[in-house]
T-cell receptor, first 114, second 116 residues
Framework: AQSVTQLDSQVPVFEEAPVELRCNYSSSVSVYLFWYVQYPNQGLQLLLK??????LVESINGFEAEFNKSQTSFHLRKPSVHISDTAEYFCALIGGTSYGKLTFGQGTILTVHP | DTGVSQNPRHKITKRGQNVTFRCDPISEHNRLYWYRQTLGQGPEFLTY????????KSRLLSDRFSAERPKGSFSTLEIQRTEQGDSAMYLCASSTPPASGDNEQFFGPGTRLTVL
């Protein structure tokens, strides 16, 4: 069985501050890891993904995540957040034999205050 | 718009009634997924299709739930004899077949079901 745990349900930060959203996973097989974002009143959108190769992956809007196999983590970071980053963020995985089925964490609500 | 569409966006029904939701995937995508998301939780996998074949069903999908994708294009999810516990957001996603896991799933806006 596979599982994803997002350690913080809510993260409030001030604009231009750094942020880290934590994600840990459990799986007995190799995994592919994803971060999805859901802006208010919008559908889920893929933010970034780790499939193989470099353990540090980046999104086009300044987020990055690092795959750490020994700690089974895939934390999401941004050095300076904007008001527009306010959204709910979901960490998810696909296990090696799950045929593309995503297993999601519980979500972290990021609120950026001016 | 060439994204995933879902109809209706909202559905309010009384307990015991049947409801049906529709999902239209991105046209060239042959994989289609259904997920359910309850308040404060991440989406949970329900079932998926490759073309018209339903290849996997979650244990969450009780006998009251049925999904079809008759021509490998749009899909329907039917819930019979709805219960209050069925109240949730039902999400549809589509993708191309995975190549080394690289199968970004594109999500629709969801159908919010409220069972009174």
């Amino acid at each position: 069985a596979q599982s994803v745990t997002q350690l913080d349900s809510q993260v409030p930060v001030f604009e231009e501050a750094p942020v880290e959203l934590r994600c840990n996973y459990s799986s007995s097989v190799s995994v592919y890891l994803f971060w999805y974002v859901q802006y208010p009143n919008q559908g889920l959108q893929l933010l970034l993904k780790y499939l193989s190769g470099s353990t540090l992956v980046e999104s086009i809007n300044g987020f990055e995540a690092e795959f750490n196999k020994s700690q089974t983590s895939f934390h999401l970071r941004k050095p300076s957040v904007h008001i527009s980053d306010t959204a709910e963020y979901f960490c998810a995985l696909i296990g090696g034999t799950s045929y593309g089925k995503l297993t999601f964490g519980q979500g972290t609500i990021l609120t950026v205050h001016p | 718009d060439t994204g995933v569409s879902q109809n209706p966006r909202h559905k309010i029904t009384k307990r015991g009634q049947n409801v049906t939701f529709r999902c239209d995937p991105i046209s060239e995508h042959n994989r289609l997924y259904w997920y359910r998301q309850t308040l404060g939780q991440g989406p949970e996998f329900l079932t998926y299709f490759q073309n018209e074949a339903q290849l996997e069903k979650s244990r969450l999908l009780s006998d009251r739930f049925s999904a079809e994708r008759p021509k490998g294009s749009f899909s329907t999810l039917e819930i019979q004899r709805t219960e209050q516990g069925d109240s949730a957001m039902y999400l549809c996603a589509s993708s191309t077949p995975p190549a080394s896991g690289d199968n970004e799933q594109f999500f629709g806006p969801g159908t919010r079901l409220t069972v009174l």
